[in-house]
C-alpha cells in the first residue's frame, strides 16, 4: 500500500523559522508571560471553583487536569526545540519541526484558559508537522536522537489531544497516559459494551459481513474463508505478504474488522487495515490503520486524498497487537473520519475542521495486507525485516460494513 508523502507548506498561515528566529520570536520575556498568564488563569479558575458551591471539586479537577497537560507541553515543546537545532537548516524536515514547535506554544495558553477544543486542534497541526517530518526523506540526514526526540513528543502529543477531546466532550479527562479516553461516539458509531470491552468482544457495531473477498497478489500466503482471512509471511518465496480486498466499492460506510498480528519480533513489516479508492493508483484517496512492525504498542492512522498523506498520528493501544483479536473500526462519510478501537474513539477529523483542505470523497474498497515496508527510510519507519520468527501470521475475521454512513 501507499506510504508516507510529504506536503511542503502544511501549515501557510505560519512562516518558517529557523532556530534563531525562534530564539528570537518566542523570546524569554515572551516564554516568562505566557507562564505568569498560564498561572494566573489557573488561580482565577481554582479561586472561581471555591466560590461555586457543590461544583468545586469538579472544577479543582479540571484545573488538576490542565496543569498536567501544561507541564507535559513544556517537555514536548522543549525536545521539539532540541531537535530543531540538531537538525540540518532549510530543510523540509526542519521548516516542519518548527512549525509544530511553534503550534505546541500557541496550544499552552489555550488551554490554561480551558478552550481545549482550540488547543487540541493546534496540536493536531503539530502531530501532522511531525508525522510529515518522520516520513520525509531529510529526517534520514538527522541523528538518531533526533527521530526519537521527534517519535516520542509526537506520541505524547497524541496522547493529550485524545485526552483534551475527551474531557471538552465531558468525559473524565482520558484516563491513563497509555491509551487517552473514549470521546463522545459520533453519529452511526453504537457504542454497545465498548466502554469496557474485553479483548476481542465485539463492541456492538453492526453490518453485513464483507464477502466475498479477493486476493490480490501472492494467493498462496493469504487463506480466506467467508468475512475472515490470514496472512503468511516467511521466508520461502519472495513473498512477503499478501493482500486482501473487498469486490465491491462502497460510497462511504462503516468498516469494522477483529484484528490480531503476528506473534513475534514482526520488525520491517506493516499490517494494515484500510479503505482505498483504487490500491496503486497514483490518485486514490485512501484511510489507514496501519501497525507498524518495530511498535506492536501503537497503530498508524492516516489519510490520503489524490495520492497525497502527510496526516499521519500515532494512537497508542495500551497492549500489544499480538496479545488477541481487537476491534478496529473506520466510520467515513462525505462530513467526518473516525478511528475508534474497542469501543473508543481514538481520532476524529471532521472536514468542517479542514478550512477546505482535502478530504477523501472517492468510492473505496476495503483492504487488508501484510508487507515487507524495510526500505522505507532506511527502516526508520517499520523497522528493518529479519525473518527470525517466521512465519508471521496476520489474523482477521469478522469484516463487517454498514453502507452507506448513517
Known amino acids: 500500500m501507499s506510504h508516507a508523502h510529504v506536503q511542503d507548506t502544511p501549515y501557510d498561515d505560519i512562516p518558517y523559522m529557523t532556530p534563531e528566529q525562534l530564539d528570537r520570536d518566542i523570546s524569554p520575556e515572551e516564554r516568562l508571560q505566557i507562564e505568569v498568564t498560564t498561572r494566573a488563569a489557573i488561580n482565577s479558575a ?3 471553583s471555591l466560590r461555586d458551591s457543590g461544583g468545586g471539586v469538579i472544577a479543582n479537577r479540571h484545573v488538576s487536569y490542565n496543569e498536567r497537560w501544561l507541564t507535559q507541553l513544556r517537555t514536548i515543546e522543549s525536545s521539539l526545540y532540541t531537535a530543531l537545532k540538531r537538525t540540518k537548516k532549510k530543510t523540509n524536515c526542519s521548516q516542519l519541526l518548527a512549525k509544530s514547535v511553534f503550534q505546541v506554544h500557541k496550544a499552552r495558553p489555550l488551554i490554561a484558559e480551558g478552550e481545549l477544543n482550540r488547543a487540541a486542534r493546534k496540536l493536531d497541526y503539530a502531530t501532522e508537522g511531525l508525522g510529515a517530518c518522520l516520513t520525509s526523506p531529510s529526517i534520514r540526514a538527522s541523528s538518531s ?5 521527534t517519535r516520542d513528543a509526537m506520541q505524547k502529543a497524541t496522547e493529550i489531544i485524545l485526552q483534551m477531546r475527551n474531557k471538552a466532550d465531558g468525559g473524565n479527562g482520558g484516563g491513563g497516559g497509555g491509551g ?3 470521546g ?3 453519529t452511526g458509531l453504537s457504542p454497545g459494551s465498548g466502554e469496557n470491552a474485553p479483548p476481542g468482544r465485539s ?3 453492526l453490518g453485513s459481513p464483507i464477502q466475498p473477498l479477493a486476493i490480490d497478489y501472492c494467493e498462496t500466503f493469504a487463506k480466506v474463508a467467508g468475512n475472515t482471512a490470514t496472512i503468511t509471511v516467511d521466508t520461502s518465496t519472495g513473498c512477503r505478504g499478501s ?3 473487498s469486490t465491491v466499492q ?4 462503516i468498516f469494522s474488522a477483529q484484528i490480531r498480528c503476528p506473534a513475534g519480533d514482526m520488525s520491517g513489516l506493516v499490517q494494515s487495515f484500510y479503505l482505498s479508492s483504487l490500491e496503486g493508483n497514483k490518485d486514490q484517496d485512501e484511510i489507514d490503520f496501519e501497525f507498524l512492525g518495530r511498535n506492536k504498542t501503537s497503530v498508524q492512522t492516516n489519510y490520503y486524498v489524490n495520492g497525497v498523506g502527510g496526516h499521519e498520528a500515532l494512537v497508542p493501544l495500551g497492549f500489544d497487537c499480538s496479545s488477541g483479536f481487537h476491534e478496529y473500526v473506520i466510520y467515513w462519510n462525505d462530513q467526518q473520519i473516525v478511528w475508534q478501537i474497542d469501543g473508543q474513539v481514538k481520532r476524529v477529523v471532521q472536514r468542517s475542521k479542514l478550512g477546505g483542505g482535502p478530504y477523501p470523497t472517492k468510492p473505496v474498497f476495503m483492504y487488508s495486507s501484510v508487507w515487507d515496508a524495510s526500505p522505507v527510510l532506511g527502516g526508520d519507519w517499520a ?4 525473518g527470525k520468527d517466521v512465519p508471521y501470521n496476520a489474523q482477521y475475521r469478522s469484516f463487517l460494513v454498514t453502507s452507506p454512513a448513517p
Open 46 to 48: 481554582r479561586i472561581g
Open 145 to 149: 536522537s533526533v527521530r526519537q526526540l
Open 180 to 182: 487517552g479516553g473514549q
Open 184 to 186: 463522545r461516539t459520533p
Open 203 to 205: 463492541t456492538g457495531i
Open 243 to 245: 493482500r486482501v480486498r
Open 250 to 253: 462502497y460510497p462511504s460506510g
Open 383 to 386: 523497522g528493518t525485516f529479519n
